[in-house]
T-cell receptor
Framework: DADVTQTPRNRITKTGKRIMLECSQT?????MYWYRQDPGLGLQLIYYSFDVKDINKGEISDGYSVSRQAQAKFSLSLESAIPNQTALYFC???????????FGPGTRLTVL | AQSVTQLDSQVPVFEEAPVELRCNYSSSVSVYLFWYVQYPNQGLQLLLKYLSGSTLVKGINGFEAEFNKSQTSFHLRKPSVHISDTAEYFCAVSNNNDMRFGAGTRLTVKP
């Protein structure tokens, strides 16, 4: 079984809809991250969490929110999706005290 | 904050040829350096990392990278590539869990 899983893997939605992307991990890591990937831009950090009670904004948090329901679960929400949020979204985890991040398989989101 | 520049957006090479993917970084503090690989329709997989010690780092699939502090570079090399190495490669720099990625280099290996 994969250590970091993301659901759904693909989603097509319409402008204005609320969308939730979920991430679960079995690695036992404290730290979790959400990134988006756009062609030619690499990965940009949206939000990160160092433990269940800790949530921090990343480089591009506007239009997004997150929830850390448990150590193993970190959800990303788009309250009102817009077309320029069409991208590939990745969840990642890291053990506290280390900088090495481990990535999920990604969710491809299309906003029409 | 630190930043990363990957100097080539695309690198086409023939099978069994050597390849070098270039990465330069900028930071005012000590950082850790990483290379990740992304195969089509998959997530990022850690290829190798430099945390400290020997500046020549060996990774999976025959790749290696050399940390050069004076040139602020962390170039990725492989002496002989395979078709299966076709993928996107990302260089990343991290300090205190703040990881920044380059824009990526698409390596295409031709038969």
């Amino acid at each position: 079984d994969a250590d970091v899983t993301q659901t759904p893997r693909n989603r097509i939605t319409k402008t204005g809809k609320r969308i939730m992307l979920e991430c679960s991990q079995t690695k036992g890591h404290d730290r979790m991250y959400w990134y988006r990937q756009d062609p030619g831009l690499g990965l940009q950090l949206i939000y990160y969490s160092f433990d269940v009670k800790d949530i921090n904004k990343g480089e591009i948090s506007d239009g997004y929110s997150v929830s850390r329901q448990a150590q193993a679960k970190f959800s990303l929400s788009l309250e009102s999706a817009i077309p320029n949020q069409t991208a590939l979204y990745f969840c990642a985890t890291a053990r506290a005290g280390t900088d090495t991040q481990y990535f999920g398989p990604g969710t491809r989101l299309t906003v029409l | 904050a630190q930043s990363v520049t990957q100097l080539d957006s695309q690198v086409p090479v023939f099978e069994e040829a050597p390849v070098e993917l270039r990465c330069n970084y900028s930071s005012s503090v000590s950082v850790y350096l990483f290379w990740y690989v992304q195969y089509p329709n998959q997530g990022l997989q850690l290829l190798l990392k430099y945390l400290s010690g020997s500046t020549l780092v060996k990774g999976i699939n025959g790749f290696e990278a050399e940390f050069n502090k004076s040139q602020t570079s962390f170039h990725l090399r492989k002496p002989s590539v395979h078709i299966s190495d076709t993928a996107e490669y990302f260089c990343a720099v991290s300090n205190n869990n703040d990881m920044r990625f380059g824009a990526g280099t698409r390596l295409t290996v031709k038969p």
